[in-house]
Every structure is written in C-alpha cells, then in structure tokens.
C-alpha cells in the first residue's frame, strides 16, 4: 500500500484543490491512502473522511512558535500560535502520530531553528526528511542528516497544493489504517520520491490572492 502523507485541499487559504478530485487524482497515482493535512484546520480532512472513510486519514498541518508539525489521526483540531510542547501535549492527548514538517527549508516562514528541533526531538515520531516542494535539495538531504543523527524516522510527503503535485513523494507500508501501522510504515516503510518543479509554488500564490478577492467581493455584496 501507498500513502501521501502531505496534502491540501481547499480549506487551506493558499490551495484551490477539490476533494473529489483528489481522489480521482490518488487513484490515478496508485495511491491507497492519503492523509490531508490542511493548514491549522481538520475540517476539510474531516469531511473528506465521512465520504471516502478508507482513503482518507485526518490529519493536519500546525503552526507553533518554533515551526511547523505534521500531525495524522487527529480527532481533534489543534490551534496555531502553541508552544511545540503543548501542541504536542494536545496532539498526545488524543493517539496522533507526529512528525516534523521541511524543517530545514530555508524558504519557508515553518522552518525550524536547528536547536529548537533539538529540543523537541525525544517527543515526535519523525522528521519530515523528503518534502517535494523543497527547491534547494540540499534543505531535505539536512532534514535527512538530522533524522539520522538522532535515530528518528523520516516521512515523506508532496505537499501537495495541485492536482499534478498528489504522489510527488509517498511511503509504502503494509497497512495505514491506524497510528501503529503507520508508526511501523514510518521505521522500516519504503519511500518512492521525486521534486516537484519550482513553478508549482505560483499556484499557491494564486489561490491566496483568489480567495482574498473573492472574499472582498462576497463581503461587497453583504
């Protein structure tokens, strides 16, 4: 079996993608699981999950003071703007699997400070050590260093925010269909990878601006 363990869909402010498309997509991709991980919010993940229960796994995208956390089978949506401790706390509370997002990627405003991942290291599952949308392959062959030096898992994951970026990067394992299996996937799973071209990131900063003005107009119209 296969999993995109990084994905967005249109609840995310800078993704356009549409859930039923999606899946088309992963089943094109040869893909047998997918875990949406929108920005601060489970609420796409969640109704992706009611129509599509064996695809989709919840997860989200979290932003805390120090950088970002990938976090799967949440059963509970976790605010931004925590410290990563008490993200993690929350996270814990409720059975998630976690791991660290492009924590090196020095174009991202949820890198990580190296001494910051340092510190949380002992209390993640893994580090996100192949992110497609990286463009100097140098920020995952760190991410990769650092998984290795401190004997911790690595995820993989597209990052996907369109349609052609879905199975970018996946890991193969026997079974995803709860924390423990993806947890034995993470340390002795397969990973199939490849970078997505630089031009994908414009798709991003439309969908910002597209929903920014669709909102003024919708707000016009009140």
């Known amino acids: 079996m296969w999993i995109e363990l990084h994905c967005h869909t249109d609840a995310s402010r800078d993704c356009l993608m549409r859930p039923a498309t999606m899946i088309e997509a992963c089943r094109r991709r040869g893909l047998d699981r997918l875990a949406v991980t929108d920005h601060n919010t489970t609420a796409g993940a969640m109704r992706m999950q009611a129509q599509w229960p064996g695809v989709v796994i919840v997860g989200e995208e979290i932003a805390t003071t120090d950088g970002e956390l990938l976090a799967y089978f ?34 991202r405003h949820g890198a990580w400070q190296e001494p910051d991942l340092v510190r949380i290291a002992p209390l993640v599952d893994a580090v996100e050590v192949f992110n497609a949308r ?26 996907a925010h369109t349609y052609g970026e879905i199975g970018q990067a996946a890991l193969g394992g026997d079974d995803f269909g709860s924390p423990q299996a993806l947890l034995r996937a993470l340390a002795g799973g397969q990973a199939r990878t490849r ?28």
């Open 74 to 107: 949440v059963k509970e949506e976790v605010p931004r703007g925590l410290s990563p401790e008490e993200t993690i706390r929350r996270l814990r509370a409720q059975g998630a699997v976690i791991s660290v997002a492009h924590p090196f990627d020095r174009l």
């Open 134 to 159: 990286c463009i100097f392959a140098e920020d995952n062959a760190r991410a990769l260093r650092f998984a290795h030096d401190h004997k911790m898992p690595g995820s993989v994951g597209s990052d």
């Open 195 to 222: 970078l997505s071209p630089v031009y994908i990131h414009f798709a991003s900063t439309y969908a910002k601006w597209a929903k920014r003005l669709r909102g003024r107009l919708t707000g016009k119209r009140g």
